[in-house]
């Protein structure tokens, strides 16, 4: 079991930076591979990037590339999505997620477990 607690999220300006944190519980946290995801009203939960156990593999959405980065501390059970260049379209609720294994996946359902999620706010 994992248990997951998103922090960080706000309210920022267009052009400004955010780093979302997550809080895993569990030994086993430096075996599951992490993802993050997003749901902005009325829309469809989204995924953002991913990265594997070890951190050696990542993945992002064609909509942040270049612009967001995830990155885990396993000796800390935590990960993070540094948002920076954020754009009023990021607005939503950033969720992360976790699990067993190595292969990272952009599918939601791929996912054993999952945040309460954080609000994520960018002004124009």
């Known amino acids: 079991q994992v248990q997951l607690v998103e922090s960080g999220g706000g309210l920022v300006q267009a052009g400004g930076s955010l780093r979302l944190s997550c809080a895993a519980s569990?030994?086993?946290?430096?075996?599951?591979?992490m993802g993050w995801f997003r749901q902005a009203p009325g829309k469809e939960r989204e995924f953002v990037a991913a990265m594997s156990w070890s951190g050696g593999n990542t993945y992002y959405a064609d909509s942040v590339k270049g612009r967001f980065t995830i990155s885990r501390d396993n000796a800390k059970n935590t990960v993070y999505l540094q948002m920076n260049s954020l754009k009023p379209e990021d607005t939503a609720v950033y969720y992360c997620?976790?699990?067993?294994?190595?292969?990272?996946?952009?599918?939601?359902?791929?996912?054993?477990?999952w945040g309460q999620g954080t609000q994520v706010t960018v002004s124009s």
């Open positions: 569990g030994r086993t946290f430096s075996s599951y591979a």
């Open positions: 997620a976790a699990r067993p294994g190595t292969y990272l996946y952009t599918q939601d359902g791929r996912y054993s477990y």
